[in-house]
């Protein structure tokens, strides 16, 4: 019986156990199997691990904070110095208007997103998400409680204001923004972040902007959407964002980022989860971001890193007719392999097996839940249009990712590699 019959035959299933697991995890479980089985590893281009690591200036920070002892709790929101650096960095470079009350230290953005929805929940509430979208936002709005609706995106993956508008109902109360995206690589302007805002505001929508990826953007610039609200007052802002050390400092297994919420009402709300969810976020690991926000040329060497991989090994996909354009940010391209007439689930079980590359499905980026009143999952659908869908990572060492390309395109050919 699969956990959706589970759900609807038993209604004492919790909230959690009716929910699938992320398609990223089944991958990553399969190639572990075929290292095991072939005594060697695949090329990894399903998980956004990158090739270069955190800054020294970091690694020594965390160790010295060890050895010397500063390891004891801080608060719930993180250590003051820290939150003061961050709430600068925020205002000199993402253009926000904050302060270190505003600011959370969280054990990853993962957790920090998931404190904040749970933070923002309410009964029978619904949270728009984009339609094809990064699995762990729709695992934990429902974990919070929220109900998910999905607003479209164009051949491209990008939104559209028209359709944004009416994709919500009279229950939404928040939505979801992704710049640049994962799984596409999509980077929103001003002009579309404006509207959000604008729709937002007329529908009583409160919103999330995760910005994991706020230094990866190759084309255009970066706009953190909190600073077009610079202007309203504090009471009356909407946007609540998230941000990560994974990226753009390489710090992936620190497990580290920070949320900026816009007023003290939300804080307040945010500081409760956070109590009782991790008492306080790791503290040598915080001496560590203190450090890494003092070398800023690290994140834009990772992000020269990152282009010149987009930049060698993405335009043949381009070519071969498997990827509309390269992606403008981010760390992900999204595969078409519907054009060649192939399912994505059998094309990437056979590029495992047969070619020694891993890629992502996209239905995984692509579910369609339908929920219980409590908010339990008792069936899943997909979006229509992913079924040819793959999520390549192009973070990772150039020439290993140049060569797992190939063999995609050994494989769309329907040859070996």
Known sequence: MSTFEMSA???????????????????FRSAQAWELVHRRAPIRLHVGEPAFGPPIEAIEALGAAAREGRAAYTSAEGMIELREALAAKLASENGHDTGPDRVFVAPGSCQGLAALMQSMAEPGAEILLPEIHWP?????????????????????????????????????????????AN???????????????????????????????????????????????????????????????SKSYAMTGYRLGYIAVPHAEAASALRVVQEASIVAPPTPVQYAALAA??????????????????DRA???????????RVPPGGWYALLDVASVGLDAEVFAAELLAEHGTAVAPGRGFALR?????QCRVTDIGHSPRSHGLLRIAFC???????????????????GRA
């Open 9 to 27: 035959a038993h209604p004492a299933v919790s909230r959690a156990a009716s929910i699938p697991p992320s398609c990223l995890h089944d991958v």
């Open 369 to 373: 839940p339908t929920v219980d009143a």
């Open 396 to 414: 990772g060492d150039g020439d290993l990712l140049a060569a797992g390309v190939e063999r995609v395109l050994a494989a769309a050919r329907g």
């Open 183 to 245: 799984p596409a690589g999509v980077v929103l302007d001003e002009p579309f972040l404006r509207d959000v805002l604008h729709i937002a505001r007329r529908r009583g929508w409160r919103i999330i902007s995760d910005e994991a990826y706020e230094h990866f953007v190759f084309e255009g610039e970066h706009v953190s959407m909190a600073s077009l609200e610079r202007d309203v007052p504090e009471r009356e802002r909407l946007v609540h964002s998230a941000f990560s050390f």
């Open 136 to 180: 762990i936002h729709l695992q934990q709005a429902l974990l919070a409680g929220l109900r998910p609706r999905f607003y479209p995106l164009d051949r491209d993956f990008r939104p559209d204001p028209d359709s944004l508008a009416d994709a919500g109902s009279e229950h939404t109360r928040l939505i979801l923004v992704n710049t640049p």
């Open 293 to 310: 926000l003092g070398v800023p040329q690290a994140a834009a060497r990772n992000r020269e890193t990152v282009r010149a991989n987009r």
């Open 314 to 324: 993405l335009p043949g996909l381009v070519a071969a007719g498997l990827l509309g």
